[in-house]
């Protein structure tokens, strides 16, 4: 599904749709040893978002970045945190130009 709604020519809103729903499973515990495995698929599909003319994608992006930087401090997971610090940066560099 991911790779669907990320491809080109990518619809701001369906871009939207799919990083709240997976930001969304944040909620529950159950998802996280999926989101832990599927980490790199997610953020790397994701980041492309970043240069949407939309401005909600790259702050719902920024969002899910976050909730995966929460969930990896608390699994000490040091390669995910490397690579969540890396998507921060890249996305920081987005939004800071957008806004």
């Known amino acids: 599904m ?3 709604v ?3 020519p990518p619809l701001p809103a369906n871009l939207l749709t799919s990083i709240r ?3 969304n499973l944040f ?3 159950c998802y996280y040893p999926w989101l832990q495995k599927h980490r ?3 953020l790397d ?3 492309r978002s970043c240069s949407s003319p939309n401005k909600n994608v790259p702050v719902s992006y920024a ?3 976050l909730n995966y930087s ?3 401090i608390e699994s000490k997971d040091q390669e995910g945190q490397s690579q969540v610090l890396s998507a921060a940066l890249e996305a920081g560099l987005y939004v800071t130009t957008i806004l």
């Open 27 to 29: 909620k529950n515990s």
């Open 70 to 72: 929460v969930l990896l």
């Open 45 to 47: 599909a994701f980041s």
């Open 40 to 42: 790199s698929e997610i």
């Open 63 to 65: 969002n899910l970045i």
């Open 2 to 4: 991911i790779n669907n």
């Open 6 to 8: 990320t491809s080109s």
């Open 21 to 23: 729903a997976v930001t």
